[in-house]
């Protein structure tokens, strides 16, 4: 069963941070890189990070060197450390395999709200 569980957002202040948590079923996390992604109110989703299955990560241009993706193969969660966060990064947050698209499975999401 698929499963896509995402934790730890929340409102800050900007400048503040936030650990966002995912956690995964076996079947999404095993095989497959991983990413953050995040929908804006009226804009659609983008993708934030990813994560290979080796660790190896990217970043999208408006989060480098302000976020970091991390991943626990033992437990098939990943993270992202949100730090230095700006009001633009007011979004609900998801996980999901990289490239997922609207047809595969979506969780619930995390709000992240940045006050100003």
């Known amino acids: 069963q698929v499963q896509l569980v995402e934790s730890g957002g929340g409102l800050v202040p900007a400048g503040g941070s936030l650990r966002l948590s995912c956690a995964a079923s076996v079947s999404i996390f095993r095989i497959n890189a991983m990413g953050w992604y995040r929908q804006a109110p009226g804009k659609q989703r983008e993708l934030v990070a990813t994560i290979t299955t080796s660790g190896r990560t990217n970043y999208a241009e408006f989060v480098k060197g302000r976020f970091t993706i991390s991943r626990d193969n033992a437990n098939n969660t990943v993270y992202l450390q949100m730090n230095s966060l700006k009001p633009e990064d007011t979004a609900v947050y998801y996980c999901?395999?990289?490239?997922?698209?609207?047809?595969?499975?979506w969780g619930q999401g995390t709000q992240v709200t940045v006050s100003s």
């Open positions: 999901n395999r990289d490239r997922a698209t609207r047809y595969n499975y």
